[in-house]
């Protein structure tokens, strides 16, 4: 069954293990496989090294942008036309490994946790190098991941942009991420007590639009100690913080 997914040049793409099988164009739900340009496509993803691994995320960007447990991919036809079942190649791009947590795609850019979900990187087309690289989002803000990885992700478009993330030990981070600016600003949450977070503790995030569109809201699920017991709350955060 496949594992991941997306769209990309107008063909449902899905991932398991290391293929990748595209559907017919414009058919998503056809996967017949054929010569013809619009039938379906089915091909492994290798690095040409004699190594195979397995497919952890797929984006549909400039490119088909492929994550794998050992590094990052980059799959395309030839310069003048699309992938077909005749005409396909996949170029291997950059070594960092993808872990599980589905990544977060933003214009032609993919941000993706590496193995140890520690690390946030920015898959991102370089036109002075001509290739595709993945700087470091937390470099500077390493200490918001030294002791505890990331579970679960989200990104925020309005009012402004913001990257969310929630941590193995419940704790919630936020970044201000305006590229065109060069703005990358990390800053972090808590819930509960402040000094052994026991009795709140986030656990995943998600944002969705209001019925009115102004703003994108921030919902987590927060597991809470209530009176000795152990319950799970779906809340929002107020708009003076998200």
């Known amino acids: ?23 017919k164009g414009s058919d998503y739900e056809n996967f017949g496989i054929g010569i013809l340009d619009d039938d379906a496509v089915v091909f492994a993803v ?27 991919l980059v799959g395309s036809g030839s310069q003048t036309g699309p992938i077909t079942p005749t005409n ?6 950059t070594t960092y490994g993808s872990n599980d947590v589905p990544p977060i795609k933003i214009s032609n850019a993919v941000l993706f946790l590496t193995r140890s979900s520690k ?24 200490h918001l991941t030294r002791d505890a990885g990331i579970v679960s992700m ?23 991420y305006l590229r065109d600016q060069q703005v990358v600003a990390w800053s972090h949450h808590v819930t509960g007590r402040l000094q052994d977070r026991s009795d709140g503790k986030f656990e ?21 100690t209530i009176n ?12 003076s913080i998200a």
């Not at 690095?47 to 794998?68: H, P, Y």
């Not at 396909?88 to 791009?93: G, M």
């Open 46 to 72: 290798n690095t040409n090294s004699g190594q195979v691994d397995a497919i952890r995320w797929i984006k549909g960007a400039r490119n088909l942008l492929i994550g794998t447990a050992a590094g990052e």
């Open 1 to 23: 069954y496949p594992e991941t997914g997306t769209l990309h040049q107008d063909r449902l793409y899905t991932g398991q293990s290391y293929f990748l099988a595209g559907s």
């Open 88 to 93: 396909v190649q996949i170029d291997a791009q």
């Open 204 to 224: 995943a995030v998600a944002v969705i639009p209001p019925p009115d569109g102004a703003r994108e809201q921030v919902w987590v699920i927060v597991n809470r």
């Open 154 to 176: 989200a990104i925020q478009r309005e009012p402004d942009w913001r990257i969310w993330a929630v941590r193995e030990d419940g704790l919630l981070l936020c970044c201000t």
């Open 119 to 142: 690390r946030l990187r920015e898959y991102v087309y370089a036109y002075e190098s001509d290739q595709w690289v993945a700087p470091d989002l937390l470099l500077l803000a390493d």
């Open 228 to 239: 000795g017991a152990t319950k799970r709350y779906v809340e929002s955060l107020a708009d």
